[in-house]
């Protein structure tokens, strides 16, 4: 896994109480990612880091919000979880291989579910 | 917006049988991959495709780009039960639109059997 951690790897929550994922990594990469996977929907793009303080939003970024004080954690937060949200939650972070290609490497996942 | 089709999306085939799963792309890229899934687990790659004619051969499992068609092929060679597992192909999206983020298909789940 690259030395990624993501936490809680599952949660159980009501709807409208804030929940925070939590993304570790140690190999100090600059570009880090937040995706969702949904049956029937592959994965898509929530937000991702290009740096420090640096985020931006992807394909569905409603409903959620990030943030990199580090390095080494990004944090994706639902204010106000929805039963919407229910889903597997994946942390992702951009390395080069031997190749020279850049290579996404994924974390463990979190299984979300909002009663 | 990039848009990234696999098919099908799912496969049922014999052991020793060959097949290939298809990934059509909508917007020009040079880089493609291929990750496998296990259930109830994460992504593993596979595959990276940097350029046109690009091949890439691991096991039973080989990866073609033709980039002016905006297609990728994983085919499978003689199936085994092993395979069984969920493939994605995935498209770079650029630095510029998404700071290298990977725009994925849906998935082919495919499953092996005696």
């Known amino acids: 896994d690259a030395g990624i951690t993501q936490s809680p790897r599952h949660k159980v929550t009501e709807t409208g109480t804030p929940v925070t994922l939590r993304c570790h990594q140690t190999e100090n990469h600059r570009y880090m990612y937040w995706y969702r996977q949904d049956p029937g929907h592959g994965l898509r793009l929530i937000h991702y880091s290009y740096g420090v303080k640096d985020t931006d939003k992807g394909e569905v970024s409603d409903g959620y919000s990030v943030s990199r004080s580090k390095t080494e954690d990004f944090l994706l937060t639902l204010e106000s979880a929805t039963s919407s949200q229910t889903s597997v939650y994946f942390c992702?972070?951009?390395?080069?291989?031997?190749?020279?290609?850049?290579?996404?490497?994924f974390g463990a996942g979190s299984r979300l579910t909002v009663l | 917006e990039l848009k990234v089709e696999q098919n099908p999306l799912f496969l049922s085939m014999q052991e020793g049988k060959n097949y290939t799963i298809y990934c059509n792309y909508s917007t020009t890229s040079d880089r493609l991959y291929w990750y496998r899934q296990d259930p109830g687990k994460s992504l593993e790659s596979l595959f990276v495709?940097?350029?046109?004619?690009a091949v890439k051969q691991e096991g039973r499992l080989m990866a073609s780009l033709d980039t002016k068609a905006r297609l990728s092929t994983l085919h499978i060679t003689a199936a085994v039960h092993d395979l069984s597992a969920t493939y994605f192909c995935a498209v770079d999206g650029g630095s510029g639109n998404s700071g290298y983020a990977l725009n994925f298909g849906k998935g082919t789940s495919l499953l092996v059997t005696p």
């Open positions: 495709l940097l350029s046109n004619g």
């Open positions: 992702a972070t951009l390395s080069r291989v031997s190749s020279g290609a850049n290579v996404l490497t």
